[in-house]
T-cell receptor
Protein backbone atom coordinates (compact mmCIF):
# COMPACT_ATOMS: atom_id res chain seq x y z
CA UNK A 1 0.00 0.00 0.00
CA UNK A 2 0.87 3.66 -0.08
CA UNK A 3 3.42 4.76 2.47
CA UNK A 4 5.87 7.44 3.52
CA UNK A 5 9.27 6.68 5.01
CA UNK A 6 11.35 9.29 6.80
CA UNK A 7 14.80 9.11 8.23
CA UNK A 8 14.79 8.47 11.92
CA UNK A 9 15.83 11.18 14.26
CA UNK A 10 16.68 12.91 16.29
CA UNK A 11 18.89 15.06 14.13
CA UNK A 12 21.16 17.39 16.07
CA UNK A 13 22.96 20.20 14.25
CA UNK A 14 24.85 23.30 15.10
CA UNK A 15 23.44 26.64 14.06
CA UNK A 16 24.18 27.51 10.40
CA UNK A 17 24.74 23.86 9.47
CA UNK A 18 23.21 22.31 6.37
CA UNK A 19 20.11 20.22 6.89
CA UNK A 20 18.80 17.26 4.95
CA UNK A 21 15.88 15.14 6.09
CA UNK A 22 15.20 12.24 3.77
CA UNK A 23 11.71 11.23 2.73
CA UNK A 24 10.66 8.56 0.26
CA UNK A 25 7.20 7.44 -0.69
CA UNK A 26 5.34 4.62 -2.37
CA UNK A 27 2.10 5.37 -4.15
CA UNK A 28 -0.11 3.71 -6.71
CA UNK A 29 -1.18 7.06 -8.15
CA UNK A 30 0.41 10.46 -8.51
CA UNK A 31 0.48 11.98 -5.06
CA UNK A 32 0.92 15.50 -3.87
CA UNK A 33 3.73 15.73 -1.34
CA UNK A 34 4.00 17.88 1.74
CA UNK A 35 6.30 18.79 4.57
CA UNK A 36 4.63 19.80 7.81
CA UNK A 37 6.38 21.18 10.88
CA UNK A 38 5.30 20.80 14.49
CA UNK A 39 6.74 23.09 17.12
CA UNK A 40 6.65 21.94 20.76
CA UNK A 41 3.13 21.76 22.15
CA UNK A 42 1.51 22.86 18.92
CA UNK A 43 -0.35 21.36 16.00
CA UNK A 44 1.14 20.92 12.56
CA UNK A 45 1.76 23.70 10.10
CA UNK A 46 2.30 23.33 6.40
CA UNK A 47 5.90 24.12 5.54
CA UNK A 48 5.91 23.46 1.81
CA UNK A 49 4.33 21.31 -0.84
CA UNK A 50 4.74 20.03 -4.39
CA UNK A 51 1.98 18.69 -6.54
CA UNK A 52 3.77 17.11 -9.51
CA UNK A 53 7.09 15.68 -10.56
CA UNK A 54 10.03 18.10 -10.62
CA UNK A 55 8.11 20.73 -8.69
CA UNK A 56 10.16 22.42 -5.99
CA UNK A 57 8.40 23.61 -2.87
CA UNK A 58 10.10 26.28 -0.79
CA UNK A 59 9.37 28.33 2.29
CA UNK A 60 11.39 30.01 5.05
CA UNK A 61 14.65 28.85 3.50
CA UNK A 62 13.52 25.24 3.33
CA UNK A 63 13.07 23.49 0.03
CA UNK A 64 12.20 20.08 -1.34
CA UNK A 65 11.98 18.75 -4.88
CA UNK A 66 9.45 16.14 -6.01
CA UNK A 67 11.58 13.41 -7.60
CA UNK A 68 9.43 10.86 -9.32
CA UNK A 69 12.33 8.74 -10.53
CA UNK A 70 13.59 8.19 -7.00
CA UNK A 71 10.18 8.59 -5.31
CA UNK A 72 11.72 11.09 -2.94
CA UNK A 73 10.94 14.48 -1.43
CA UNK A 74 13.95 15.31 0.72
CA UNK A 75 13.81 18.45 2.86
CA UNK A 76 16.85 20.74 2.80
CA UNK A 77 17.93 24.00 4.32
CA UNK A 78 21.26 25.65 3.78
CA UNK A 79 21.68 27.22 7.21
CA UNK A 80 19.55 26.14 10.14
CA UNK A 81 18.68 28.30 13.12
CA UNK A 82 17.82 27.44 16.69
CA UNK A 83 14.24 28.45 15.92
CA UNK A 84 14.04 25.62 13.36
CA UNK A 85 14.08 23.07 16.17
CA UNK A 86 10.87 21.11 15.73
CA UNK A 87 9.49 17.84 14.41
CA UNK A 88 9.16 17.59 10.64
CA UNK A 89 6.62 15.33 8.95
CA UNK A 90 6.62 14.25 5.35
CA UNK A 91 3.17 13.42 3.95
CA UNK A 92 1.41 12.44 0.78
CA UNK A 93 -2.11 12.43 -0.55
CA UNK A 94 -3.43 11.08 -3.81
CA UNK A 95 -6.60 13.09 -3.95
CA UNK A 96 -8.68 11.07 -1.59
CA UNK A 97 -9.34 12.58 1.78
CA UNK A 98 -6.68 10.48 3.41
CA UNK A 99 -3.21 11.71 4.09
CA UNK A 100 -0.33 9.41 4.89
CA UNK A 101 2.29 10.79 7.24
CA UNK A 102 5.81 9.66 7.91
CA UNK A 103 6.86 9.01 11.47
CA UNK A 104 8.35 12.45 11.89
CA UNK A 105 11.96 13.56 12.35
CA UNK A 106 12.92 15.59 15.35
CA UNK A 107 15.44 18.34 14.64
CA UNK A 108 17.41 20.01 17.39
CA UNK A 109 19.60 22.96 16.53
CA UNK A 110 22.23 24.03 19.03
CA UNK A 111 23.45 27.60 19.36
CA UNK B 1 -4.54 30.94 5.05
CA UNK B 2 -7.38 28.97 6.54
CA UNK B 3 -7.49 28.81 10.31
CA UNK B 4 -8.56 25.86 12.40
CA UNK B 5 -8.98 26.36 16.12
CA UNK B 6 -9.13 23.64 18.73
CA UNK B 7 -10.32 23.88 22.30
CA UNK B 8 -9.30 23.13 24.96
CA UNK B 9 -5.56 23.00 24.43
CA UNK B 10 -5.06 21.06 27.64
CA UNK B 11 -7.48 19.08 29.75
CA UNK B 12 -7.00 16.91 32.80
CA UNK B 13 -9.82 14.66 33.89
CA UNK B 14 -10.52 11.81 36.24
CA UNK B 15 -10.81 8.27 35.03
CA UNK B 16 -14.38 7.42 34.04
CA UNK B 17 -15.41 10.91 33.03
CA UNK B 18 -16.06 12.16 29.51
CA UNK B 19 -14.20 14.95 27.76
CA UNK B 20 -15.28 16.97 24.74
CA UNK B 21 -12.82 18.60 22.35
CA UNK B 22 -14.00 21.16 19.84
CA UNK B 23 -12.56 21.85 16.42
CA UNK B 24 -13.67 24.96 14.53
CA UNK B 25 -12.85 26.27 11.09
CA UNK B 26 -12.74 30.02 11.61
CA UNK B 27 -12.72 31.49 8.14
CA UNK B 28 -13.92 28.74 5.85
CA UNK B 29 -16.50 26.00 5.68
CA UNK B 30 -15.20 22.53 6.33
CA UNK B 31 -17.48 19.78 5.13
CA UNK B 32 -14.87 17.28 6.20
CA UNK B 33 -12.64 17.30 9.24
CA UNK B 34 -10.16 14.71 10.40
CA UNK B 35 -9.27 13.65 13.89
CA UNK B 36 -5.78 12.39 14.62
CA UNK B 37 -4.15 10.98 17.69
CA UNK B 38 -0.47 11.43 18.32
CA UNK B 39 1.47 9.34 20.77
CA UNK B 40 4.74 10.65 22.20
CA UNK B 41 7.50 10.67 19.61
CA UNK B 42 5.27 8.99 17.05
CA UNK B 43 3.46 9.98 13.94
CA UNK B 44 -0.15 10.92 13.60
CA UNK B 45 -2.72 8.18 13.58
CA UNK B 46 -5.91 8.99 11.74
CA UNK B 47 -8.80 8.12 14.00
CA UNK B 48 -11.80 9.16 11.96
CA UNK B 49 -13.13 11.34 9.21
CA UNK B 50 -15.90 13.66 10.31
CA UNK B 51 -18.50 14.57 7.71
CA UNK B 52 -20.93 17.42 8.20
CA UNK B 53 -24.46 16.14 8.62
CA UNK B 54 -23.60 12.47 8.55
CA UNK B 55 -21.91 9.80 10.58
CA UNK B 56 -18.18 9.81 11.00
CA UNK B 57 -16.05 7.22 9.29
CA UNK B 58 -13.75 5.50 11.76
CA UNK B 59 -10.44 3.87 10.99
CA UNK B 60 -9.91 0.24 11.76
CA UNK B 61 -9.26 -0.37 15.42
CA UNK B 62 -10.79 2.88 16.63
CA UNK B 63 -13.77 2.37 18.94
CA UNK B 64 -16.59 4.55 17.72
CA UNK B 65 -18.48 4.22 20.99
CA UNK B 66 -15.41 5.38 22.84
CA UNK B 67 -14.58 8.30 20.60
CA UNK B 68 -17.83 10.02 19.65
CA UNK B 69 -17.60 12.45 16.77
CA UNK B 70 -20.25 14.98 15.88
CA UNK B 71 -20.08 17.36 12.94
CA UNK B 72 -23.26 19.34 13.30
CA UNK B 73 -22.29 22.38 11.27
CA UNK B 74 -19.92 23.37 8.50
CA UNK B 75 -17.56 24.98 10.97
CA UNK B 76 -17.62 22.72 14.02
CA UNK B 77 -16.69 19.14 14.76
CA UNK B 78 -16.45 17.69 18.25
CA UNK B 79 -14.65 14.66 19.61
CA UNK B 80 -15.92 13.25 22.89
CA UNK B 81 -13.78 10.74 24.72
CA UNK B 82 -16.26 8.79 26.76
CA UNK B 83 -15.45 7.07 30.03
CA UNK B 84 -11.85 8.12 29.69
CA UNK B 85 -9.05 5.99 31.08
CA UNK B 86 -5.35 6.69 31.52
CA UNK B 87 -4.53 4.89 28.26
CA UNK B 88 -6.62 7.50 26.44
CA UNK B 89 -4.12 10.17 27.49
CA UNK B 90 -2.70 11.57 24.30
CA UNK B 91 -2.41 14.56 22.00
CA UNK B 92 -5.49 14.86 19.79
CA UNK B 93 -5.30 16.98 16.67
CA UNK B 94 -8.04 17.95 14.27
CA UNK B 95 -7.60 19.12 10.73
CA UNK B 96 -9.70 20.29 7.83
CA UNK B 97 -9.49 20.85 4.14
CA UNK B 98 -10.87 23.86 2.37
CA UNK B 99 -13.96 22.82 0.44
CA UNK B 100 -13.23 22.21 -3.21
CA UNK B 101 -9.56 21.41 -2.88
CA UNK B 102 -8.85 18.02 -4.31
CA UNK B 103 -5.53 16.54 -5.27
CA UNK B 104 -3.49 19.52 -4.18
CA UNK B 105 -5.43 20.32 -1.06
CA UNK B 106 -3.44 20.89 2.05
CA UNK B 107 -4.61 20.11 5.52
CA UNK B 108 -5.03 22.88 8.06
CA UNK B 109 -4.43 21.73 11.58
CA UNK B 110 -5.75 22.84 14.91
CA UNK B 111 -3.35 23.55 17.75
CA UNK B 112 -4.00 20.17 19.30
CA UNK B 113 -5.49 19.15 22.63
CA UNK B 114 -3.46 17.34 25.24
CA UNK B 115 -5.63 15.04 27.29
CA UNK B 116 -4.38 13.66 30.58
CA UNK B 117 -6.55 11.12 32.34
CA UNK B 118 -5.70 10.55 35.99
Amino acid sequence: GDSVTQMEGPVTLSEEAFLTINCTYTATGYPSLFWYVQYPGEGLQLLLKATKADDKGSNKGFEATYRKETTSFHLEKGSVQVSDSAVYFCAQTTGTYKYIFGTGTRLKVLA
Amino acid sequence: GAVVSQHPSRVICKSGTSVKIECRSLDFQATTMFWYRQFPKQSLMLMATSNEGSKATYEQGVEKDKFLINHASLTLSTLTVTSAHPEDSSFYICSARVFGSLNTGELFFGEGSRLTVL
